[in-house]
């Protein structure tokens, strides 16, 4: 089989011609990829200075992936799945291959009218934007809903997720005017411009200025200056989530803020899901991608272009996600 092969940790993975997998483990499928995504954590995990420790190399990164069951159970063989894997986290190879494994037990039937690439764009991170809204924040109908970083992955599904979920305005934040046209598409009452450099005390004056009375939910994957100024811009009672620190590691809180409106700053992962609930909520995701709801924007690259794509991702050049095909 083909298969991206990292050699080195902090450097992009290569092709390579590997063996293919030679039987499969108790509760194992065997998966004919067909989509796989880079995400921010399998550059993590190949940088070797994730909370994982340094994988063992050489190995195979792909958190995730889909494609077509070759082998297993026979209530799966012949699906269609989107499945997660343990690659950078756990010994073992990922999804940037021709042919991967992975548990029976946490494989997701895609039955969805969507094609394999969307399903892998949207993925995990869907997953983490609707949960965010639904469980975490446990959004109220009618509420107000600000989504930073919402030219994300994570970003774009929120927006669309809050929209299904019933939030009564939206407001999406973006550095570029392309993420923030995108917003609007999918569903975003007001876009905020985010400018490099500017404190986080001017960001919340231009926040609070597109809502009467504060945000009610904030889904921030970012961290930093963003989610600090947000923080500020929280309604009574109002919940920020934070799954992310692309923009900072730390968030600035003022406790008088947080106490006099009695508001609440969380945290998030997707690590807390069980595989039963992963499923339930990516299949929901994928259905409303089909009627056009939730959307995530990405370009589709050839599983030998790994290289130039993984690099152009790790240093903030890519426009989209980007997702491989073999």
Known sequence: MRAATLTAHGHPPGVTERADPDGLGEGEVLVEVTAVPITPLDLLCASGTSYFGPPALPYVPGVQGVGLV???????????????TTAGMAPGDGAMATLARAGAASVVVVEAAVDDTVVAALGLSAVSAWEVLERRAALVAGETVLVLGAGGAVGQAAVGAARVLGAGRV????????????????????VVELHSGEDAAALTTRLSATVERGFDVVVDPLAGVPGSAAVGALAA????????????????????????????????????????RQAEVLTTVLEHAAAGSIAVAHDVVPLDEVGAAWAEVAAGRARHRVVLVP
């Open 70 to 84: 070759l082998r297993g159970p026979d209530g799966l063989v012949g699906r269609r799945v989107w499945f997660p």
């Open 171 to 190: 407001v999406a934040a973006a550095r570029s005017g392309e993420a923030l046209e995108r917003a609007r598409a999918l569903g975003a009452d007001e």
């Open 237 to 276: 009672g109002g919940r920020l989530v934070n799954l992310g620190s692309s923009a900072g590691p730390a968030l600035s809180v003022d406790s008088a803020v947080v106490r006099s409106r009695s508001a609440a700053v969380l945290g998030y992962t997707n690590v807390s899901l069980t595989a039963a």
